[in-house]
């Protein structure tokens, strides 16, 4: 059974730090590029960032740059999405995806996802 599942989400104060995990079972994460998404309430869903399954290349959403850091660990089948100083706005539930996602340097681009986790709430609050 193909399945992601997220965890690593919870409550933190501004500036705080979190890092999500997104771990695979029943396929490879290898083959697939990885995405995070992100949709916080009364919004769209939005792509926080992608990472390649060739060479890693990273794609940032304008919005995340210089504060998350999308990775993977194929030997876990797992990818990462460690998230620093963050911000009220960054609330939101966290999806991430397989399949095919790319950047052009100001937004995450949804090319097809074959497999979606549930998510998990991340919450920025004093």
């Known amino acids: 059974q193909v399945q992601l599942v997220e965890s690593g989400g919870g409550t933190v104060q501004p500036g705080g730090s979190l890092r999500l995990s997104c771990a695979a079972s029943?396929?490879?994460?290898?083959?697939?590029?990885i995405g995070w998404f992100r949709q916080a309430p009364g919004k769209e869903r939005e792509g926080v960032s992608c990472?390649?399954?060739?060479?890693?290349?990273?794609h940032y959403l304008d919005a995340v740059k210089g504060r998350f850091t999308i990775s993977r660990d194929n030997a876990k089948n797992t990818a990462y999405l460690q998230m620093d100083s963050l911000k009220p706005e960054d609330t939101a539930v966290y999806y991430c995806?397989?399949?095919?996602?790319?950047?052009?340097?100001?937004?995450?681009?949804?090319?097809?996802?074959?497999?979606w986790g549930k998510g998990t709430l991340v919450t920025i609050s004093s």
């Open positions: 990472i390649s399954s060739v060479d890693g290349r990273t």
């Open positions: 995806a397989a399949g095919g996602c790319g950047g052009d340097g100001h937004e995450v681009i949804d090319y097809g996802m074959d497999a």
């Open positions: 029943g396929f490879r994460l290898r083959y697939y590029a």
